[in-house]
Nanobody
Protein backbone atom coordinates (compact mmCIF):
# COMPACT_ATOMS: atom_id res chain seq x y z
CA UNK A 1 0.00 0.00 0.00
CA UNK A 2 1.29 3.44 -0.99
CA UNK A 3 -0.11 6.83 -0.05
CA UNK A 4 0.77 9.82 -2.23
CA UNK A 5 0.46 13.51 -1.35
CA UNK A 6 1.22 16.24 -3.90
CA UNK A 7 2.28 19.82 -3.23
CA UNK A 8 3.68 22.78 -5.11
CA UNK A 9 0.89 23.74 -7.48
CA UNK A 10 -0.23 27.31 -7.97
CA UNK A 11 -0.62 30.21 -10.38
CA UNK A 12 2.26 31.24 -12.65
CA UNK A 13 2.70 33.43 -15.70
CA UNK A 14 3.42 31.86 -19.07
CA UNK A 15 7.14 31.19 -19.42
CA UNK A 16 7.53 30.69 -15.67
CA UNK A 17 8.41 27.64 -13.63
CA UNK A 18 6.84 25.49 -10.93
CA UNK A 19 8.12 22.54 -8.96
CA UNK A 20 5.69 19.81 -7.96
CA UNK A 21 6.55 17.40 -5.19
CA UNK A 22 4.93 14.12 -4.26
CA UNK A 23 5.61 12.55 -0.88
CA UNK A 24 5.02 8.84 -0.59
CA UNK A 25 4.46 6.70 2.45
CA UNK A 26 4.27 2.96 2.64
CA UNK A 27 6.59 0.05 2.15
CA UNK A 28 9.01 -0.80 -0.63
CA UNK A 29 9.01 2.67 -2.19
CA UNK A 30 11.92 1.75 -4.46
CA UNK A 31 9.84 -1.05 -6.04
CA UNK A 32 7.43 1.44 -7.59
CA UNK A 33 7.53 3.28 -10.85
CA UNK A 34 6.40 6.85 -10.19
CA UNK A 35 4.86 9.43 -12.44
CA UNK A 36 2.68 12.42 -13.06
CA UNK A 37 -0.57 12.70 -14.95
CA UNK A 38 -2.75 15.73 -15.55
CA UNK A 39 -6.37 16.48 -16.31
CA UNK A 40 -7.58 19.73 -17.81
CA UNK A 41 -11.25 20.81 -17.63
CA UNK A 42 -13.35 18.84 -20.07
CA UNK A 43 -10.49 16.55 -21.05
CA UNK A 44 -9.38 13.07 -20.12
CA UNK A 45 -6.51 12.45 -17.75
CA UNK A 46 -3.24 12.19 -19.66
CA UNK A 47 0.27 10.93 -18.98
CA UNK A 48 2.90 13.60 -18.37
CA UNK A 49 6.09 11.93 -17.16
CA UNK A 50 7.38 8.91 -15.27
CA UNK A 51 10.52 7.41 -13.81
CA UNK A 52 10.90 3.67 -13.62
CA UNK A 53 11.14 1.67 -10.43
CA UNK A 54 14.89 1.31 -10.68
CA UNK A 55 15.38 5.00 -11.38
CA UNK A 56 17.25 4.15 -14.59
CA UNK A 57 14.96 5.70 -17.17
CA UNK A 58 12.54 8.57 -17.53
CA UNK A 59 9.65 9.02 -19.94
CA UNK A 60 7.83 12.12 -21.11
CA UNK A 61 4.85 13.00 -23.24
CA UNK A 62 5.72 14.85 -26.41
CA UNK A 63 3.92 17.95 -25.16
CA UNK A 64 6.28 18.42 -22.19
CA UNK A 65 9.54 16.90 -23.46
CA UNK A 66 12.39 19.36 -23.10
CA UNK A 67 10.46 21.54 -20.63
CA UNK A 68 9.65 19.21 -17.72
CA UNK A 69 12.03 17.03 -15.71
CA UNK A 70 11.03 14.18 -13.41
CA UNK A 71 13.27 12.82 -10.67
CA UNK A 72 12.95 10.56 -7.66
CA UNK A 73 14.62 10.44 -4.26
CA UNK A 74 14.40 6.96 -2.77
CA UNK A 75 15.80 8.14 0.57
CA UNK A 76 13.26 10.93 1.08
CA UNK A 77 10.51 8.95 -0.69
CA UNK A 78 9.63 11.77 -3.02
CA UNK A 79 9.16 12.31 -6.72
CA UNK A 80 9.65 15.76 -8.21
CA UNK A 81 8.33 17.32 -11.40
CA UNK A 82 10.25 20.43 -12.38
CA UNK A 83 8.21 22.39 -14.91
CA UNK A 84 9.89 25.13 -16.93
CA UNK A 85 8.73 27.32 -19.82
CA UNK A 86 5.14 26.78 -18.79
CA UNK A 87 2.36 27.42 -21.28
CA UNK A 88 -1.34 28.15 -20.73
CA UNK A 89 -2.13 24.71 -22.15
CA UNK A 90 -0.26 23.17 -19.20
CA UNK A 91 -3.11 24.34 -16.95
CA UNK A 92 -4.59 21.26 -15.27
CA UNK A 93 -4.88 19.30 -12.07
CA UNK A 94 -1.68 17.30 -11.73
CA UNK A 95 -1.77 13.87 -10.11
CA UNK A 96 1.07 11.82 -8.72
CA UNK A 97 0.81 8.09 -9.42
CA UNK A 98 2.59 4.85 -8.57
CA UNK A 99 2.66 1.38 -10.08
CA UNK A 100 4.77 -1.48 -8.83
CA UNK A 101 7.69 -2.57 -11.01
CA UNK A 102 6.58 -0.23 -13.79
CA UNK A 103 8.28 2.20 -16.14
CA UNK A 104 5.64 4.08 -18.12
CA UNK A 105 2.82 3.52 -15.62
CA UNK A 106 0.29 2.00 -17.95
CA UNK A 107 -2.15 1.30 -15.11
CA UNK A 108 -1.25 3.01 -11.83
CA UNK A 109 -2.72 1.43 -8.75
CA UNK A 110 -2.14 4.43 -6.52
CA UNK A 111 -3.01 8.10 -6.98
CA UNK A 112 -2.59 11.31 -5.06
CA UNK A 113 -5.38 13.80 -4.52
CA UNK A 114 -4.11 16.21 -7.17
CA UNK A 115 -2.71 19.74 -7.16
CA UNK A 116 -3.91 22.60 -9.37
CA UNK A 117 -1.51 24.27 -11.80
CA UNK A 118 -2.74 27.39 -13.56
CA UNK A 119 -0.66 29.16 -16.20
CA UNK A 120 -1.82 32.66 -17.07
CA UNK A 121 -1.19 34.05 -20.54
Amino acid sequence: QVQLVESGGGLVQAGGSLRLSCAASGRAFSDYGLGWFRQAPGKEREFVASVDWGGWSTYYSDSVKGRFTISRDDIRHTVILQMNSLKPEDTAVYYCAAQRYANRLSSPGYWGQGTQVTVAS
